[in-house]
């Protein structure tokens, strides 16, 4: 029988060896407990999941996969993925996981690396549309090594246009046509984009790294039957450790195992792989189910409050965790805006909107989300609210906390989370 008082965490053994790193800890948790957590890529873990982190499994080598490692003593380590395995199969009905990668970006290289040769042509998204940077971009991997062909939004409807994917698919006939990004407020149409890779004969990959915790509450509609690869990150609605992972169809299983490893990675992170097997676990549960129908129906409501007051979705509203905001209409930057509700203890990020005139690093837009304040138990009421601090933040208040409106809206913001506490003491 193991010893059951220790399995890896021990704050206070740190708190007295290393107190500048534990005093890092602990204002980190004043942080995300002070202000408004509207990042719409950031979740509020659970303490199983920080548990499982934290433990001894970070030390074990397990190059391989279960039954078939390179390293002796993995007989601990492979019921863990095994499970993690299992449950990530029945949570998303899909034939093979693979939940070694390290993160969303380790996931989508295995894509590249299972199905294309550099040169190779990749129909994705555009970054300043919606996209990734793993999508093809020139200043990543992707875009480096393969020939990168973007679509992007329709200008009317601003959501994906789809006659542009099948002509560009059509004129470029890419290995691998990949859907999914990082700023899509709207459901995507899975069925089409299957039948224009059929079409091409090209392979289709969904980054479904934003909405995967949404598939997994069944809140919307899954990519899993239509596309040959889901890759995914597990930190983000989904609620669980910073990480990556992925499921395929059967006919790929092998070579999506190659590709995480050997190919792109070296020893899985059994910790995080743990920590993933409880996150999949805890995403089964009917109140999983119910937390992923609440954060889309709070996101609808911050949308439609914000446009009341004059700050406009793009596509004109969201059916998913996020919305991305025009703030032309208030005559503030997506740079100013960030600034001014951080003052206020409100942390959104800027962020392009499609066609933007701003540089990137300026901005017309903000992005926000609702998992970490769902998870903190707030609802369409508090959304209302959380519209009117934006607003007064954005457009009256300062990058200076010390400003007259930062300080009002921030007692407003410390009593909100005072009700609705990320993990309550
Ligand atoms: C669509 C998409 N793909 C991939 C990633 C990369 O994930 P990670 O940061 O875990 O590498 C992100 C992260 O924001 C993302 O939004």
């Not at 001894?56 to 863990?80: F, I, Q, W």
């Amino acid at each position: 029988m193991a010893d059951d008082t220790f399995y890896g965490s021990d704050f206070g053994a740190l708190q007295s060896f290393d107190p500048d790193i534990a005093g890092v800890l602990l204002s980190e948790l004043d942080r995300i407990r002070g202000g408004l957590q509207l990042i719409a890529s950031e979740n509020v873990s659970s303490p199983a999941v920080l548990t499982a982190l934290g433990s001894t499994l970070s030390n074990k080598y397990a190059e391989g996969y279960p039954g078939r490692r390179y390293y002796g003593g993995c007989a601990e380590v492979d019921k863990a993925e095994t499970i993690a395995i299992e449950r990530a199969k029945a949570l998303f009905g899909a034939d093979h996981a693979n939940v070694q990668a390290h993160s969303g970006a380790s996931a989508n290289q295995a894509v590249y690396g299972a199905f294309m040769a550099p040169g190779d042509t990749i129909l994705a998204m555009a970054l300043p549309m919606g996209g990734h940077l793993t999508h093809g971009t020139k200043v990543s991997f992707s875009g480096k090594w393969f020939n990168a062909v973007h679509y992007g939004v329709d200008k009317q409807t601003e959501d994906i246009d789809y006659d542009q994917v099948e002509a560009l698919a059509r004129e470029h006939r890419p290995k691998v046509i990949c859907a999914g990004g990082s700023a899509i407020p709207r459901l995507i149409d899975f069925e089409r984009f299957r039948a224009i890779a059929d079409e091409v004969g090209a392979i289709l990959w969904v980054d479904a790294a934003h909405f995967i915790g949404l598939v997994a509450g069944k809140a919307i509609p899954s990519p899993v039957p239509y596309a040959d690869v889901v890759t995914f990150t597990t930190h983000k609605v989904l609620r669980g450790p910073r990480s990556g992972a992925l499921v395929c169809k059967a006919e790929h299983a092998t070579a999506m195992d190659k590709a995480i490893f050997p190919m792109m990675q070296g020893g899985p992170q059994m910790h995080t792989i743990a920590a993933k097997a409880v996150n999949f676990k805890e995403a089964a549960t009917p109140e999983y189910a119910q937390y992923a129908k609440d954060v889309i129906a709070n996101s609808q409501q911050l949308a439609a409050s914000l446009l009341e007051v004059g700050i406009r979705p793009t596509t004109g509203g969201t059916d998913t965790h996020l919305s991305l905001l025009d703030l032309q209409g208030v005559g503030v930057t997506g740079k100013v805006a960030e600034e001014r509700a951080d003052a206020a203890g409100i942390v959104l990020n800027k962020n392009a909107i499609p066609f933007d005139p701003q540089k990137p690093n300026i901005a017309s837009g903000i992005r926000v989300g609702t998992p970490s304040v769902t998870t903190q138990g707030m609802g369409v009421e508090e959304m209302k609210q959380i519209a009117s601090l934006i607003h007064r933040a954005v457009t009256q208040g300062d990058a200076d906390p010390d400003h007259a409106t930062s300080k009002e809206v921030r007692a407003e913001v410390t009593d909100l989370v005072t009700r609705f506490p990320a993990y309550p003491r």
